[in-house]
């Protein structure tokens, strides 16, 4: 079945760090990836979707400067959390959709990464 | 808009029966159900499209009342591994359009 692959797993470093996460669709092409971000004992809550070619569409209260996407090809999105803090500590996973959206099969989620910032 | 699940936690003993319910306030095309267990990804669980569809697999099912923008989950004689948190993810339309996730219901069967 569908797959999707996110890299790393999970990421431990020191505040002002850049953070780079990769995710990969691995047996289809995907032209739209969502990234979401989960913290303890919250709900997934929709960052951003990443559009290939184009330019990413975030959500109201996620700063697009701060974490950066890019989606070059149509089996890779990279989430770049830039100058790291503290409070951007939390569990980051993206989803694709192997129909496009339009044969009604489900999102398909990576294993998300845990981010940790000291 | 984050459609609403209940109840917010649930503890049963194993082989009991639970009822998990996702309403939104808006038309829905669709509803995804997902269970996650701590530190990892959310598993699929199935999907439910406009018409009132029910489905169902092993002692899980669901059905999708569209006209009450309503779900439910429904988990029967449960086990042991049915632990987690639940998740209703919605889409309002067709379409590559992202999920919005319900707060999550927490599932704790013990023995």
């Known amino acids: 079945g569908a797959v999707v692959s996110q890299h790393p797993s999970w990421v431990i470093c020191k505040s002002g760090t850049s953070v780079k996460i990769e995710c990969r669709s691995l047996?289809?092409?995907?032209?739209?990836m969502f990234w979401y971000r989960q913290f303890p004992k919250q709900s997934l809550m929709l960052m951003a979707t990443s559009n290939e070619g184009s330019k990413a569409t975030y959500e109201q209260g996620v700063e697009k400067d701060k974490f950066l996407i890019n989606h070059a090809s149509l089996t890779l999105s990279t989430l770049t959390v830039t100058s790291a803090h503290p409070e951007d500590s939390s569990f980051y996973i993206c989803s694709a959709n192997p129909g496009g959206g339009y044969s009604n099969q489900p999102q398909h989620f990576g294993d998300g990464t845990r981010l940790s910032i000291l | 808009q984050q459609p609403v699940q209940s109840p917010q936690a649930v503890i049963l003993r194993e082989g009991e029966d639970a009822v998990i319910n996702c309403s939104s306030s808006?038309?829905?095309?669709?509803v995804h159900w997902y269970r996650q267990k701590h530190g990892e990804a959310p598993v699929f669980l199935m999907i439910?499209?406009?018409?009132?569809e029910q489905k169902g697999h092993d002692k899980i099912s669901a059905s999708f009342n569209e006209k009450k923008q309503q779900s439910s989950l429904y988990l029967t004689a449960s086990q042991l591994s049915y632990s987690g948190t639940y998740f209703c993810g919605t889409e309002i339309s067709s379409g590559n359009t992202p999920l919005v996730f319900g707060k999550g219901t927490r599932l704790s069967v013990i023995a």
């Open positions: 047996d289809f092409q995907a032209t739209t």
């Open positions: 808006k038309a829905l095309y669709s």
């Open positions: 439910l499209l406009k018409g009132g």
